[in-house]
């Protein structure tokens, strides 16, 4: 008599607490693809929209024509747009207001394109913990499985008078298949969290290079503006 060692037939014929471990690591295992998915296309727009602004910024493009392509009501703006859009926003709002110092302005400018930087990053670091989780916890998980299924095996054993290879490797080979899952599930959380992770640091890096040197632009652009205001009132 030939024993049936497939996976169904295995995950079909684990106990209850078995069962409930791998439905754990299946839905685990759903949700993190589900999140790969739609990280990895987050992060390829927010690369892609980082590229092509600093490229339009750098051009030698006017600021307030900038702003304006970029405040449209039309425009979707994230990342470093966005960022920009804030500060300018405030750079203008406080410039415009009588007896600002530049360094007021300029101050304000900067608190706001900070505040915004926390809200992209909250953006891109959402659901990250959830894929550390997955990856740090799947494989003990799966592992609390595959000893459950080896005592219930060795229990059941305990029962007969003889314990053949026979009788032992399908108990085994349930409880295996627990540790498995928690594998499938753990390594692609793993590497898909370092991999994001490594793209959300390289873009914290370039938003906080660029909020520095826009700083330095709001900057010279300030002192400027208050010299034409004081030679409009002289």
């Known amino acids: ?28 295992s759903f949700v993190s693809w589900t999140y790969i998915f ?39 703006r994230s990342g470093m747009e966005s960022i920009f859009h804030m500060g300018f926003q405030e750079y203008n709002r406080l410039n415009g207001q009588k007896g600002m110092e530049p360094m007021h302005v300029v101050e304000g400018a900067r608190r706001a394109m900070q505040a915004q930087y926390n809200r992209e990053m909250d953006g891109l670091d959402n659901h990250l913990p ?49 540790t498995a899952m928690g594998l499938f599930a753990a390594i692609p959380a793993v590497v898909a969290y370092n991999r994001f992770s490594t793209n959300a640091d390289r873009l914290a890096t370039r938003y906080e290079t660029f909020m520095d ?8 652009q300030a002192h400027i503006s208050m010299h034409e205001k004081n030679d409009g009132t002289e």
């Open 1 to 28: 008599m030939t024993t049936d060692l497939s996976i169904v037939h295995l995950i079909m014929q684990a106990g209850p607490i078995v069962k409930f471990v791998m439905l754990i690591l299946v839905i685990a």
């Open 38 to 76: 739609a990280k990895q296309k987050e992060f390829r727009l927010a690369i892609k929209v980082t590229n092509t602004f600093e490229k339009r910024f750098w051009s030698g493009i006017d600021l307030n024509e900038l702003s304006r392509q970029v405040g449209s009501d039309h425009y979707d």
């Open 130 to 178: 959830f894929l550390a989780t997955v990856g740090s916890t799947s494989p003990y998980v799966g592992l609390f499985g595959t000893v459950w299924g080896i005592m219930s095996s060795f229990q059941a054993l305990g029962n007969m008078k003889q314990a053949t290879l026979a009788l032992v490797a399908p108990g085994i080979s349930e409880a295996l298949v627990a």
């Open 213 to 220: 040197d826009f700083t330095t632009v709001l900057q010279r």
